[in-house]
């Protein structure tokens, strides 16, 4: 019990100096890492800069005591920060105490949420936003992000969480475009695109692969140190460019979240989406890398691990925070072990936090800007649309059903938007179970449809397979189908449910079979089962079904076959379209 809820209790009583050295190599290249991204996705929220810094630091504690995975970096994320300033500025004005204070909220909110979700193991409430939607709400979400970042790369005053509000902002502030602001900005996107693009140079001038990675990875800080430098000698402040100006240099201060119950109203459903999405994307990238080393992961113990560092977040005066893509990744690839080097990384951005942010007094917000633009365009992914519509036109439906709403109506809107349809289209797919009639391939043992194959079959035996549980939402159309069958063959005797593909049958769906075997007794026609699972099975003998039923429940299809067919010559069926013609039956 111990283990399950402290899982540092697995994994504390083995650590050695290796593993320690390891963990330390791979903190050191985060901290470098986080500490661009940290202010630049404060920024994005809307927030002081150094609150940035303040959500990586005890965050990374918390998960380190509570998360399952060895690797995954917690802290700021554009994504989130993108939906945490949509849900800030609806309450309060941005630059106010009241805006931190509700960012504050927001992150307890949000934690107290997963944390819960985590104890009552509620981890398959992620399984309903579906891949092609989560891909569509983070392609939006870049374009949003990106978007929202031109005007601070531009110096210019502009705003919104919607594309519409941000292109009629822009455009109605570009006279007042600052151009050396601009420049450094632009620069800043050069420099780090060059940087993103250098690892086949830099290996091609015989640099080894995990050199040239950890060099590539540090291109942000190399940006954020050369315009800091230039801004500072130029004195650039003196001519209008917007710098990061005085950072507070002390630990973070204990958090209080907001008195005001309105407020706690008026961010819960933004905190449950953050929490979702947050949790969806930080599971993903867990499990993935979690399988490169056999490792595994809890869901559920997840849920807490995320919960309790978005605690630890309000509680140190910060944002909400989840699992990032790229310094995860960095983190797995520089070698970290367990989650003391996501402690090390927290306990190294704390001494950047108390001695060297001075250090940051010059720095352009429009570095910040570039940083969070570059970020946000990998997000952005046309492959994956591209190749959901040659494979499922529904689902590339509602994946640019999300995109256009989170572009139009914002982030929030996507993702209620991306649940909606992902459950929709589930409901609509499961509403109409595929079914086919069988016949035996001669010869063999084997049933195949009818539509598809040369196969044997009888004028008085239907063997009916169902290739879908049964419930509530398809068990009417159950019964049309096999009245339909009925109504087609007069003379039918014998009528066989396949269920080999039937792992559930809920109290409608008996209901439907009651009707069934009740119309097919008044129809002259005996009602069969075959090959019904075990646990199906199980839940049919709570029920009086089977002591109505008016044939019998046969172990397998051939055994059905052979002892209905007895005394009768099958005929050969020819298939109406060779295999590669149908595509809808299979």
């Known amino acids: ?26 903190a050191l290249i985060v901290t470098l890492m986080v500490i661009p991204q940290a202010l630049a996705y404060a920024l994005l929220a809307g927030l002081p800069a150094i609150v940035g810094l303040y959500a990586s630091i005890l965050p990374l504690f918390a998960y380190a005591v509570f998360g399952t995975s060895r690797t995954l970096a917690i802290g700021p994320m554009a994504l989130v920060s993108l939906m945490t300033g949509a849900a800030l500025v609806e309450v309060a004005t ?16 949000t934690g107290i949420i997963l944390t819960l979700m985590g104890l009552f193991r509620l981890g398959f409430f992620a399984n309903f936003l579906s891949h092609p939607v989560v891909s569509g709400l983070l392609s939006a979400s870049g374009i949003l992000i990106a978007a929202s970042q031109l005007a601070g790369l531009a110096g210019i005053e502009a705003s919104g969480f919607t594309l519409v509000t941000q292109a009629s902002n822009l455009l109605a502030n570009l006279d007042a475009i ?41 291109g942000p800080l190399f940006v954020v140190a050369l315009t800091t430098a230039v801004c500072w000698a130029a004195d650039l402040p003196s001519r209008g460019v917007d710098v990061v100006g005085d950072v507070p240099g002390h630990l973070p201060p204990l958090g209080i979240p907001s008195s005001d119950l309105g407020v706690w109203r008026d961010l819960l459903v933004p905190a449950l989406l953050i929490g979702i999405v947050g949790f969806i994307e930080s599971v993903a990238l867990a499990q993935m890398l979690a399988a490169r080393r056999r490792q595994r992961i809890s869901p559920d113990q997840e849920l807490i691990g995320l919960g309790t560092a978005n605690i630890a977040s309000a509680v140190s005066s910060g944002l909400p925070v989840i699992g990032s893509l790229s310094r995860t990744v960095v983190n797995f690839d520089a070698g970290a072990q367990t989650p003391a080097a996501g402690a090390f990384a927290a306990v190294g951005v704390a001494f950047v936090t108390l001695f060297l942010t001075p250090l940051i007094y010059f720095l352009p917000i429009a570095t910040l800007a570039a940083i969070i633009i570059v970020s946000a365009l990998t997000l952005i992914d046309t492959r994956t649309l591209r190749r959901t519509w040659r494979y499922s036109h529904g689902d590339a439906a509602a994946m640019l059903a999300t995109i256009v709403l989170t572009l139009v109506q914002g982030v929030e809107a996507g993702v209620i938007a991306g649940v909606g349809l992902s459950i929709g289209l589930y409901l609509y797919r499961t509403s109409r179970p595929h079914s086919a009639l069988v016949g035996r391939i001669p010869g063999t043992e084997h049933f195949r449809n009818i539509h598809r194959h040369q196969v044997e079959s009888s004028e008085r035996v239907a063997l009916l397979r169902i290739d879908e549980s049964l419930y509530f939402a398809n068990a009417r159309y159950l019964e049309d189908t096999v009245y339909g069958l009925v109504a087609e063959h007069p003379e039918l005797e014998h009528m066989v449910l396949i269920c080999s593909a039937v792992n559930l049958i809920d109290a409608s769906a008996l209901e439907s079979l009651e009707a069934i075997n009740l119309r097919l007794k008044d129809s002259q026609v005996t009602l069969h089962l075959a090959e019904v699972k075990g646990p199906v099975m199980d839940r049919l003998r709570y029920s009086d ?30 298939a109406e379209a060779p295999l590669g013609d149908v595509t809808t039956k299979p």
Do not use: C
Not at 546 to 574: D, K, M
């Open 1 to 26: 019990m111990l283990k399950r809820y402290f899982p540092i209790v697995e994994w504390l009583p083995r650590y050695d100096r290796q593993t320690l050295s390891s963990d330390m190599v791979a």
């Open 94 to 109: 941005p630059g106010s105490a009241a805006y931190l204070e509700a960012a504050i909220t927001l992150a307890f909110l």
């Open 178 to 218: 600052h151009w050396p602001t601009l420049a450094i900005g632009l620069a800043s996107v050069a420099l780090l695109q060059l940087f993103r693009r250098a690892r086949p140079r830099l290996k091609a001038w015989g640099m080894n692969a995990r050199h040239a990675s950890f060099l590539v990875k540090l």
């Open 545 to 574: 079904f089977l002591e109505h039923l008016t044939g019998r429940v046969f172990l397998s299809t051939y055994t059905a076959w052979s002892e209905l067919q007895q005394g009768h010559q099958p005929t050969a069926h020819n």
